[in-house]
């Protein structure tokens, strides 16, 4: 196993240990790589943890750490878990994963659970940012009087339109104001963009959520995430603590149960098995080739169906797109993450005739409630990944009844047009002559 050019998949879930010394020295943080059960700490899980951090972090990797879960939503909790307290303030972007939506709006939302007062910004540039900024604390003066604290949540590139923040300028502008940014960034992966390395560190989110499951493992095979923050935040011994020099110049003291291990990872038990990791860590080897791939796959599918006049499309590939700009901007080589929208609003079909067609799209588009996977998929997320959102909160996002949402497979695009026409031609045409042709 020494010499293996894979990680080991270490199926066990305790550990043996030599003496008392030794597994008090792990119980205490003192040794943290010497394993006692795999819902804690598993090798093969560690390696993942060190591979992301390579990715994300390059040069900077030894100043960061991360954390496996079982899911991208368990990261997404672990992280708002050890950070929002009771009646906090969290603002964030409109347009994020339905599942973590609910998890705002159902769980951090409610009275009886923390009271949280959740916000969102539309828009993707700084200036959107301050507006609601300001807006919220205007709103919110009285508790922030009683001392409590803001967050901003960012998701970037988006779900379900795929379009980009400025994130670099939001996250000044919000560290400017002292606050802590979260950025789920599973859809850029860290081959698009790579947030934790900008030049300068106020542009930096604190906190860096990935879910494997998407195109950083591509096979849709297995549920996972990470967290990634500073080592301080991450992680200290226990009983001990280390001041740092905060952003604005002061020192800042954290303990070590202020840590997202003590507080959570270690108490809550969404551990990453080894089995999964492994297969995260073979995934993450072709990530570049399918990314380059689908970016080019994702521009001409976009262009194709933004030629019709009754079809509109919402994807920063097409360079007429507002969100264009920033796109260049802000992802490697300017290339466009695989996900975007389309919808028929302008077609006026009935919802009978919009379901046939959708329908028959499959088998060239999988009918799957994922993204980032080897083949393309698609679905309505107002029945689908964002159906808990009320009618305006879709309204506000974007989201119309005949939104589809594409997320951009490895398959050769002129096989997904050629279906799409089919597809139209069996059950538009006869509705709607000439749709097809268009």
Known sequence: AIFSSTPVIARTATYLYACTEWIDDAFQGREPL???YSRLLNPTSISLANHIVDLECGPLAGEHMAWNFNSGMAAIDATLSDLVGYQDILLSSRNIYGGAFQLLYDWFRKPGNLDVAVHFFDGYAKEDFRAALASVRAEQRERIAAGRQIYVYLESPCNPHGYVLDVPAICQAAHDEGLTVILDS???????????????????????IHSYTKDISGSGTTTAGVVIGRNERMFLPK???????????????YRSDETLFWNVFYVKGAFLDAEKAFEVINGSRTLELRMVRKAISTTVLARFLASHPEIQVKCNALEENENAPIRRRILRLGLPAPLFTIDLERAQLDRAAFTRFFDCLEPAFGHQVSLGQSNTVILCPALTSHSEMGLQELRNAGIAPTTIRIAVGDEDPRHLIAHWICAAQGILDPLRPGFSEA
């Not at 081959?191 to 900008?198: D, N, T, W, Y």
Request: aromatic share 4%; net charge neutral; proline share 10%.
């Open 34 to 36: 010497l394993e006692v």
């Open 186 to 208: 599973t859809i850029a992966t860290p081959f698009l963009c790579q947030p934790l390395q900008r030049q300068k560190p106020a542009e930096r989110p604190d906190f860096l």
């Open 239 to 253: 009983g001990q603590s280390v001041t740092v020099t905060d952003l604005s110049g002061r020192g800042v003291t």
